[in-house]
């Protein structure tokens, strides 16, 4: 919990301090906490909006769950982009990156789900809060990337865009792949789904 404020109050010096240490048992632990500031703030927004405890179950475990496996991927995606881009890291510069950069908004996201009991008012407050932890997490991942794999900001820039370029291409081969596999169970490959997933590009 001291790491998360730390991050959240002088981000430069943690993510100094974590390139120091190198300890990926501490990122995976603040990667943990980080999940479970989404899970409370999912379990606090769904008992204000009356869901049952099955659907706030099956959330939560997909939250957790899922958020570790996309953070974990990300860092290793990220890791192998800098790595190949010039920079210096492993695994763990990668993951730490990401890690710090999701603090933010998993705080963020707590505070509004709390601020949600307040009428009117709480949206306003919940948009200025999310519009400077939103900036921070971005700001974050820069910063993270760029000290973590010892590389100047024009290379870290570049690195995050092919990053996001290969998600973005991941995702329309992917969808691609199941519109023609659905085609091929029904016996036709719906025009509709391929022409909006082709307008995309």
Known sequence: MKRIIDIIKN?????????KEGDLMKTSIIMIEGLLFAVV???????????DVG?????????????SVAMIVLGYLLKITMNILGGHGSFYE????????????????????VLSYIPILGIFISFLIMSVLGVMGAALFYRATKEMFATDMITTMVGISVLILGLFIAFYISAIT?????????????????????SLV
């Open 178 to 198: 199941g519109v023609l596999g659905m085609s091929s169970m029904l016996g036709e490959i719906p025009v509709e789904a391929l022409t909006n997933l082709t």
């Open 94 to 113: 990668g993951l730490t990156a990401v890690t710090y950069s999701v603090i933010p908004l998993s705080v963020g996201l707590l505070i509004v789900a």
């Open 11 to 19: 981000p430069a010096e943690a993510i100094k301090s974590a390139k």
């Open 41 to 51: 703030a999912m379990i606090i927004m769904m008992a204000r909006f009356g869901f």
């Open 55 to 67: 659907s706030v179950l099956s959330l939560v475990a997909t939250v957790f769950v899922g958020g």
